[in-house]
């Protein structure tokens, strides 16, 4: 079911803006005739009068300066609770159904989806509900993480969304950080990975979710970063990272020396992907996905109202 939100946003470009059924259909990815039924569901809605509901236009008002700001393709906004306020249970579930909603809406046979992220994606695709299979694949793009809670490593991840969906899922069977380099280009020769990194420019949407250069990163309480490290992150002014490649405040990329240990897909080959999705919020992720905005790699940005709020503070 599409929510009132998309078809708001929709009937404000076409009806307002004149912007052109085959326009919209390029910006949310549907077909043509999917837009001519979704602007006769809003008018069905009474979503459309001589006007769009103030409401509506406010919501639609903040999605389209977070657009315009970070040139994203689209902004997708939770207003109906607050991170700042609201249990943080509540916001993964209201983020992570969103988020859902917009996976339901790109849905098709034979797309590639890449995958690289934690709690927040595990929370999304959790809230997926599919009405039936797809013909797809969905690939991992990180190492396993040993010792994290299972459901939040990128392996367990792709399969949970492959048996809502549909598919073939491909993971990865090897640590996200080796010690032994001569060791790692051994097995990426035979691990799928191989495959992926050679072949990136077959993917179509790359989902993940942003992670803070500091204490409150998973990888840190897991030793993959330890006090040393974070302080060199600080020194270099580096505040996020997304899928192991690290940015500064300002959306530059920044080498850390642990590239050639890391297992995943490096931010070159991302930047490649068509479709670039980010799912984050709450206060530890401001700035972190702030700096990922302005490295402008996210064509999506999916969050709730007092994280688009603060990003867009100067």
């Known amino acids: 079911m599409i929510d009132e939100r998309l078809l708001s946003r929709i009937a404000e470009l076409y009806y307002i803006h004149e912007v052109s059924q085959y ?3 390029q910006k949310f990815n549907f077909s043509r005739s999917k837009v001519c039924r979704l602007i006769k569901e809003a008018r069905n809605q009474k979503l459309i009068e001589f006007n769009i509901k103030k409401e509506a236009m406010r ?6 300066q977070i657009e315009k700001r970070f040139g994203l393709q689209e902004a997708i906004v939770c207003f109906e609770i607050n991170s700042k306020k609201s249990d ?23 797309i590639n989806i890449a995958v690289a992220g934690g709690k927040t994606l595990f929370h999304t695709f959790q809230e997926v509900k ?11 793009t990180l190492g396993g993480i040993s010792f994290s809670k299972a459901e939040y490593q990128n392996n367990d991840l792709i399969k949970m969304l492959c048996e809502k969906i549909g598919g073939t899922y491909h993971p990865i069977y090897l640590p996200i ?14 691990d799928e990975i191989g495959d992926i990194t050679k072949n990136y420019a077959k993917l179509d949407y790359h989902f993940a979710g942003v992670g803070p250069a500091s204490k409150s990163s998973r990888y840190y309480p897991l030793g993959y970063f330890d006090l040393n490290f974070i302080e060199f992150l600080k020194s270099k ?6 899928g192991l490649n690290f940015f500064d405040i300002n959306g530059k990329f920044v080498k850390t020396g642990i590239e050639e240990k890391v297992v995943n897909l490096d931010i070159e080959k991302i930047k490649k992907i068509k479709n670039r999705v980010v799912i984050a919020f709450g206060k530890e992720k401001i700035i972190p996905l702030k700096g990922l905005l302005k490295s402008g790699v996210p064509t999506v940005c999916i969050t709730d109202e007092y994280t688009a709020i603060e990003i867009l503070r100067t």
């Open 23 to 25: 326009q919209i259909a």
């Open 177 to 190: 950080i080796f010690k032994n380099l001569k060791n790692k280009r051994i097995l990426l020769e035979e």
């Open 59 to 64: 919501k639609i008002d903040l999605e389209k």
């Open 130 to 140: 599919c009405r039936r299979k797809y013909k797809l694949d969905i690939f991992s």
């Open 88 to 110: 943080r249970n509540l916001i993964f579930k209201a983020v992570g159904s969103l988020g859902a909603s917009y996976i339901n809406r790109i849905l098709k046979d034979g």
């Open 237 to 242: 002014n580096i505040c996020g990272e997304i």
